[in-house]
């Protein structure tokens, strides 16, 4: 089961008795975590929930809580955030309750990561209670906005859709605001057009990131350095910046392949999953760029996002760093 499908079965009122979430999507784990609450106790029963955090803990507590049998009948709902900080003995002791979890408790343990080596994450995936919470991949968030937008019982235009992902990048939580944003400003039942991406959403962000990418495909280091500043001044972090860029760089290249391989300026923009309002923009600034520039290009954001994760240098110098070497002439 995907953590999509877990979310619809808990909202459904359907719940097991061992749940690991594994991942780093946060909107996704909270989701699950606050359905699968609902579904297995009522709202504010507080005598049948437990929270337990991970770092410091104790497996025989959550287990003891697990076994407890729940007042006034019905279900227990016992949490663990943070299960991999758990000692390793204290892992052991938890894996040989999910070997046998009882039936009154709804068990869940969260994680960002977890080694999968261990007895706990092997049982876990063998009896099917493992669910991974991802970051979504950049072709899969227009079809999330659309499901978004039906959730709040908005329609979604797909111009919109592609112009809101253009803005948000993958950012989960980000779109789901913009979301919230947009349907107090078109109303109940009121379809979300372009324009109102435009005016609602930051335009500033779609345009300064795109004005990059051509300001990068033209070697125009002084608009490129004035685009890159213009998306700090909105706050967006330096390795955010990198992550768009590097986007829309992929986008170039796909629309490139595409135009040599005889498409139109429309087919390439389509084939490299870029909204439709953008495609002459697309085509003129993939023409500019080889296919051994792009690749170049992708070395270059390479070393500049290691050299920030790394802690070499300081994010903003690096993304200046890779802006200059991006535009340096050969």
Known sequence: MDIQALIESAEQGRFGTVHVIVGSERVFIDRAVSGLRRASVAQGDGWNEELFQGKGGSASRVIDAARTLPMLGGTRFVLVRGFHELADKELERLAEYVQAPVDSCCLVLTAEKADGRSKLMKLAKQKGYLVEAQPLKPAAMRGFAAREAARRDLRLEDAAAAALVDCVGTDVAALTDALERLSLYVGMKQPITLAAVEACVSRVRVESIWALVDAVSARDRRTALKAA????????????????????????????????????PDAAAAAAGAPPFKARELAFAARRMSIRELRRAFRILSEADIAQKGGKCPADIALEGAILELTRGD
Request: no cysteine; charged share 30%; glycine share 12%.
């Open 229 to 264: 500043g213009s998306l700090l001044d909105d706050r967006e972090p330096p390795l955010r910046i990198l992550a768009m860029l590097g986007r829309q760089l992929r986008l170039l290249g796909r629309a490139r392949q595409a135009l040599d391989e005889g498409a139109s």
